[in-house]
């Protein structure tokens, strides 16, 4: 690369040698210094702790991968929907494509999130256990969503059942997220894929940005973590829309 910083006293090289160094090399050190210093900045960041105090199921170690979006998920996505609204009624009141494969154009892990609403959460977990062991189905330990920075919101209201599906010859993966009609965390899911959809000049930036994180992570588990806040900030954005346009969940 071998840009430099203009030549005067304390201006930084940064030489490209496979990894990025930051190198002074025009500070006027006195005779007894060391040689110029080279500090080596890291190409990934640090692992970092989970942060949503759940325990980190089998695939949150399995390296995250994205795939161009496909238009054949819209169909793919509204045939699961109705097979599994057939299947989890009546409890079920509501299932919906959520998550990148929702959006159009948007880069996403070949992995579908569907969003289950429930009245109640409390019998799910002995009523849907047939139908989804059929499917393929099992259940996660995860029983929070993440509580987006900022929101002075009380954990337990962010509550959801989790059930996952690895990808198999001629079966598609799934995680399957079940949560309360009403709740944030339902809205949440809904406002996010919405907001895209009604802003398509948006998905670029954030399918490059996950591209980007997909690359210098080495689990999915750091990976969620990384982008929750990310994903925050969309909302943040997405709320203003909301309330101009009258939108609802």
């Avoid at 002074?24 to 210094?33: D, E, I």
């Avoid at 059929?134 to 209201?157: K, M, T």
């Avoid at 993966?173 to 809205?187: F, I, K, Q």
């Amino acid at each position: 690369m071998g840009v430099t910083g203009g030549g005067g006293p304390g201006s930084l090289d940064l030489v490209d040698t496979g990894r990025l160094s930051l190198v002074h090399t025009r500070h006027p050190f006195p005779a007894s210094a060391a040689s110029p210093t080279t500090r080596t900045l890291p190409t990934a960041p640090p692992k970092l702790p989970r942060m949503t105090g759940n325990p980190a199921p089998p695939t949150a170690t399995v390296r995250p991968f994205l795939v161009p979006h496909s238009p054949d998920w819209e169909p793919r996505g509204r045939a699961l929907t109705q097979d599994l609204l057939a299947a989890l009624a009546p409890l079920a009141v509501r299932v919906e494509h959520i998550g990148s494969t929702s959006i159009p154009g948007m880069a996403a892990k070949p992995v579908f999130d569907l969003q289950v609403s429930v009245a109640d959460l409390e019998p799910v977990e002995a009523a849907f256990a047939g139908p989804l062991a059929a499917r393929g189905f099992r259940l996660s330990p995860y029983r929070n969503d993440h509580v987006p920075a900022g929101l002075d919101d009380a954990p337990e209201n962010w509550t959801k059942r989790l059930w996952t599906r690895r990808a198999a010859d001629g079966v598609t993966a799934v995680n399957l997220h079940v949560r309360r009609t009403g709740s944030p965390g339902e809205r949440f899911a809904l406002l996010f894929r919405d907001w895209f959809r009604a802003h398509p000049e948006a998905v670029p930036a954030y399918a490059r940005f996950k591209q980007s994180l997909a690359g210098v992570v080495d689990s999915t588990g750091v990976y969620a973590d990384v982008k929750d806040p990310v994903v925050d900030l969309v909302i943040t954005v997405a709320e203003p829309w909301a309330a101009a346009t009258g939108w609802k969940a």
